[in-house]
Nanobody, 128 residues
Framework: QVQLVESGGGSVQAGGSLRLSCAAS????????MAWFRQATGKEREGVAT????????RIADYVQGRFTISQDNAKNTVYLQMNSLTPEDTAMYYC?????????????????????WGQGTQVSVSS
């Protein structure tokens, strides 16, 4: 089993930055991809970024392209989401997700159904 724990959320003013962390524990050798999703109150969950653990292929959603980046430290089993130039529209609960097991391929997916392990989330609030 794999467990994911997010951290780094908080409250910032528009234009500010935050870096979210997602630490994985357990059978981490079976993790092939990790991703960040977010869900604002009253809205559907949306994918933000994903990264392939073996090789570092990554994909950033168009709506945060140029402001958000995803990176990883495999030695620490941790994935990061660097968020810059934050706007109130970025306010949401941010979730880390992992695709554990299955085929060792890069799906570049920002669809929630691709991932089978989820963290509890960390809240990001951006004020104007």
């Amino acid at each position: 089993q794999v467990q994911l724990v997010e951290s780094g959320g908080g409250s910032v003013q528009a234009g500010g930055s935050l870096r979210l962390s997602c630490a994985a524990s357990g059978t981490t050798s079976h993790i092939y991809s990790m991703a960040w999703f977010r869900q604002a109150t009253g809205k559907e969950r949306e994918g933000v970024a994903t990264i392939y653990r073996d090789g570092g292929n990554l994909r950033i959603a168009d709506y945060v392209q140029g402001r958000f980046t995803i990176s990883q430290d495999n030695a620490k089993n941790t994935v990061y989401l660097q968020m810059n130039s934050l706007t109130p529209e970025d306010t949401a609960m941010y979730y880390c997700a992992a695709r554990v097991g299955g085929l060792a391929v890069w799906y570049a997916s920002l669809q929630g159904r691709t991932y089978n392990t989820w963290g509890q989330g960390t809240q990001v609030s951006v004020s104007s």
